[in-house]
């Protein structure tokens, strides 16, 4: 059982930057392939970045490659999400996942509740 808590959305203005936290509970944290998804009003749930728990293998949607930077700090049991240069398409409520480590596909079986992101142009 993994339990999952975003923080870190907010207001800011096309680009402007924002650090999202996804804090887990438990001592498995290693054993998860985590992730960032998010959803705009309207719109389906949409991949953004993933990362297994020892923090390689990193994969990030086309959309966010090169503004978005996945991290891990496996102490804390937390998951990082550095978002630059933000655009107000970017805007969502994001979420944090966790699939164990070796599903395949992965298998989102955690869910947070979710912190949102709104950007202004």
């Known amino acids: 059982q993994v339990e999952l808590v975003e923080s870190g959305g907010g207001l800011v203005q096309a680009g402007d930057s924002l650090r999202l936290i996804c804090a887990a509970s438990?001592?498995?944290?290693?054993?998860?392939?985590m992730s960032w998804f998010r959803q705009a009003p309207g719109k389906e749930r949409e991949f953004v970045a993933a990362l297994r728990g020892n923090g390689d293998n990193i994969v990030y949607a086309d959309s966010v490659k090169g503004r978005f930077t996945i991290s891990i700090d496996n102490a804390k049991n937390t998951v990082y999400l550095q978002m630059n240069s933000l655009q107000p398409e970017d805007t969502a409520v994001y979420y944090c996942?966790?699939?164990?480590?070796?599903?395949?596909?992965?298998?989102?079986?955690?869910w947070g509740q979710g912190t949102q992101v709104t950007v202004s142009s």
């Open positions: 438990g001592r498995t944290f290693t054993m998860y392939r």
């Open positions: 996942a966790a699939a164990p480590r070796f599903s395949s596909p992965p298998r989102y079986d955690y």
